[in-house]
């Protein structure tokens, strides 16, 4: 992002309180939600620290994108399943899983 330096914009960044510096050696990053995976190859990492934050910029030239088998399911998905089927754990999951997640779907395939 300021490889090499812009001394401007640092000083500006400064007065802001933030402070920025770029992460050596990055191999990959991987971001993960409840049914994908993004992977990014030799990306270029900058990290921005304000007071109680960090923000990161990736940078790359191009990106991998994968379905996940299993979708991940949040504790919370899972409990109002439970509790509106009458079910345990396992019997909410398994339903999750058959109806990749809808949540008013798996409630009526166990409450049927």
Do not use: H, W
């Not at 914009?9 to 993004?38: A, H, Y």
């Not at 990106?63 to 019997?91: G, H, M, R, T």
């Amino acid at each position: 992002m300021m490889r090499g330096g812009n001394r401007e914009m640092r000083r500006m960044m400064g007065k802001m309180g933030l402070d920025m510096s770029e992460i050596p050696n990055v191999q990959e990053v991987i971001i993960k939600t409840d049914k994908k995976q993004v992977i990014v190859s030799k990306p270029s990492v900058t990290e921005m620290k304000a007071k109680d934050n960090f923000i990161f910029t990736v940078t790359a030239d191009g990106y991998e994108e994968k379905e996940l088998e299993v979708p991940i399911f949040s504790d919370e998905d899972i409990q109002l399943v439970c509790q509106q089927a009458n079910v345990d754990e396992e019997k909410a999951k398994s339903a999750l899983e058959e109806t990749k997640g809808d949540l008013a779907r798996a409630i009526l395939l166990l409450t049927t």
